[in-house]
């Protein structure tokens, strides 16, 4: 396992000055992640369409110093497995040389939602690529509105907290369990917050062959509104409540890699963010109770299913 | 040696496929395209092309992956049809802008709704504005000679432009017709090597693909986009004199049929310019002068080739296949009329065949009939007329 000393000596394949937000989690992911893939030689990735595509790629310039390509918002899983096939057939046919790894960043918007069908599509298809969902939990890019990623109870621009309606009605779909149904080779739920098992993950996905799926949670600042210096300390208390758990699935075994000592109240991570503040006000606190409950039922499942 | 063989128009295109060669081929089925595939699918399962083969989910993704893996630098294609080439609609524009250059063959389909699976243009007309090159054929043959001319036009340096390949559905797609196919070391050798621009695998140069383009740069591309398209206007019809050069059969922007000295000339694209042949070769037989201008290039549109061959005449009849809903004429007529800006010649619009409707030599005669007497009136209206519809 490499420590932070030798990450931080690696090649940095996204170059500092492109214009995400400062305290945003998903260059943190994406350093990590090409570090790990860059391990095995050359890079590319493929972007969906969203924050970490619109800030990275300003013609004429580019952060990106491996591959980069960005087709559409719902397509990027079918537009890598069109990359990786080209290997493929370019490689048989001795049209390139040395070895390629694929990987696909999608937001949850672009993951979740609208790139759920290519997502799984080439999952089924068995592509030597790894997808890695960059989850801020809403439509960040275009000014925060409700994905299906989205924590019940919170406030978003399209279910604000109004007199009669206060934030998100529903519970976030189990994207990870989704993925997981696919039975590709691994399958893991990660966090910026724990670097070391987040990257012992990137390592184990981009070592495995065929398909492999990262969803890994990246704090904004701007939607959960939070300051910008506790990104990763908002990552982490997500961990501790058990609201984000992280685990892996390898050949169908689950395995929860992180129990916290204790399991810290919802509350303790809730109260920090600005798009729960309405759960605080004693009117409200019957959706922070339901909100506590459905973690507690979703951790308790995970520990049963985990070996 | 060419062999002639009896084939539908999705097998030859199949066979076309197979001869290029592709390096990656990704496919999703809808009628009336399916048989295209499940012949190609015979070529990958008997080891007759080393293509990978990419079964998608849907069309979007599809056209996805094939954009994919032409950014890696691979020959790559798809096929489609109808609601499939209109799920692909974003991409479209995405292959075309980010200079791609992908060769899809597109088995004609009318438009849901009604959902109806027989042939119209509607699909094709649709996607004119994608940026896409669009060659219409005639019968299986152009059909088949067209996909393999198709992967020299989109890959020309000036060029790099992805091309549709139209074939009719059903009465080309499924009729059976004798195709002269190729030697597939001849086609390899017409073809040549692809040798991509840039490309997403080169390890010591690293690219960016896609990237977001403000005020400051989108409208340079758009219009270094133009060039690509309009080179094609050159390009096109050298590729077809290299082709009939090579294997006797050659094409141009436009083929015309009896319009020596005709007063009356019928504009028709694919399947109906054959149907139209067959006509004006027997009116002229009665003396009556009238002929044909088949377009085989709608992008590039041949406004010049158009305006001289339909200049000489006195009378023109457009037949379109698909409607343009609220504009003055069908999506040919309109073109035709704007090649023809600034001639005082009339051009009317027969919209006719729409979801698989049987058009008749007859039909087609009174069309030609109603030319003669428009040449003789000067008289165009009305300007769009219906083919055999119950109003």
């Known amino acids: ?307 | 040696m060419a062999e002639r063989m009896a084939l539908t128009g999705n097998e030859a295109v199949a066979y076309a496929m197979m001869q290029i060669n592709p390096d990656v081929v990704a496919a999703y089925p809808i009628t009336p395209q399916t048989a295209l595939m499940q012949k190609f699918a015979d070529f990958v399962a008997d080891g007759e092309v080393d293509t990978q083969f990419v079964l998608v989910e849907s069309e979007h993704s599809a056209m996805s992956a094939v954009v994919g893996a032409a950014a890696a630098g691979a020959r790559a294609m798809t096929a489609t049809a109808a609601n499939g080439l209109a799920l692909m609609w974003e991409i479209l524009y995405i292959a075309a802008s980010t200079r791609l250059p992908i060769v899809m063959p597109v088995v004609n389909r009318a438009l849901s709704a009604p959902i109806n699976i027989l042939c119209d243009h509607s699909d094709t007309m649709g996607a004119r504005d994608s940026g896409w090159i669009q060659l219409f054929s005639e019968n299986a043959q152009e059909a088949y000679d067209n996909t393999i001319q198709a992967v020299r036009i989109a890959e020309h340096r000036d060029v790099l432009t992805p091309v549709m390949v139209t074939l009719d559905g059903f009465i080309i797609s499924h009729g059976l017709e004798v195709v002269e196919v190729l030697d597939k070391e001849a086609v390899q050798d017409f073809v040549g090597e692809y040798e991509p621009a840039y490309t997403l695998l080169d390890p010591e140069h690293p690219i960016t693909f896609g990237p977001i383009d403000f005020s400051d740069y989108y409208m340079e591309h758009k219009r270094s986009q133009v060039d690509g398209i309009e080179a094609a206007r050159r390009v096109i019809p050298e590729v077809g004199r290299e082709f009939g050069k090579r294997f006797g059969r050659s094409y141009g922007m436009i083929e015309e049929h009896g319009t020596d000295g005709a007063e009356a000339l019928l504009v028709a694209l694919g399947s109906t310019a054959g149907s139209a042949k067959a006509v004006v070769d027997d009116m002229r037989e009665r003396g009556l002068p009238v002929g044909l201008v088949k377009i085989r290039a709608f992008r590039p549109f041949p406004y010049e080739e158009l305006r001289e061959a339909l200049g000489k005449a006195k009378a023109v009849a457009v037949m379109d296949r698909s409607i343009s809903f609220g504009a003055q004429a069908g999506p040919l007529a309109l073109e035709v009329r704007s090649a023809l800006y600034g001639l005082s010649l009339p051009v009317r619009d027969y919209i006719y065949g729409l979801g698989g409707r049987n058009i008749t030599l007859e039909e087609i005669e009174d069309i030609l009939q109603e030319a003669l007497e428009m040449a003789k009136t000067k008289e165009a209206e009305p300007l769009v007329k219906y083919v055999s519809v119950r109003e």
Request: hydrophobic content about 40%.
């Open chain 1, 1 to 307: 396992m490499a420590t932070l000393k030798e990450l931080s000596r690696m090649p940095e394949l996204l170059s500092p000055g492109h214009r995400m937000c400062p305290g945003c989690g998903a260059p943190i992911l994406v350093r990590l992640a090409l570090r790990a893939a860059s391990e095995h030689g050359g890079v590319v990735a493929g972007v969906a369409t969203g924050c970490l595509e619109v800030s990275t790629s300003i013609f004429p310039y580019t952060a990106w110093r491996c591959s980069f390509i960005h087709n559409a918002f719902e397509n990027v899983a079918a537009t890598i497995s069109g990359v990786e096939t080209a290997y493929k057939a370019l490689k048989a046919r001795g049209k390139v040389e040395g070895n390629f790894k694929f990987v696909a960043f999608g937001g949850d918007g672009g993951t979740y939602d609208i790139g759920l069908q290519a997502l799984s599509g080439a999952l089924e298809r068995g592509h030597d690529m790894v997808y890695i969902c960059y989850d801020n939990e809403a439509y960040m890019n275009t000014g925060i509105q409700r994905s299906s990623s989205t924590p019940f109870a919170a406030h978003t621009t399209t279910c604000p907290v109004g007199k009669v309606r206060k934030g998100k009605t529903e519970f976030p779909k189990d994207l990870t369990g989704i993925v997981a149904a696919h039975r590709i080779p691994y399958v893991a739920q990660a966090s910026i917050s724990h670097w070391n098992d987040l990257y012992r993950k990137l390592q184990k996905a981009f070592s495995v062959e065929g398909p492999a799926f990262l969803n890994v949670l990246t704090p904004c600042t701007r939607g959960w509104r939070f300051p910008s210096d506790e990104t990763v300390e908002m990552a982490r208390l997500a961990v501790e409540t058990c609201f984000w758990p992280l685990y892996e699935v390898e050949d169908g075994r689950w395995k929860v890699t992180f129990k916290p000592r204790q399991k810290k109240p919802l509350e303790e991570w809730v109260k920090r963010q600005g798009r729960f503040r309405h759960l605080l006000q004693p009117e409200n606190r019957h959706l922070l109770e339901q909100a506590q409950a459905e973690v507690d039922k979703r951790w308790e499942e995970l520990l049963a299913r985990s070996e």
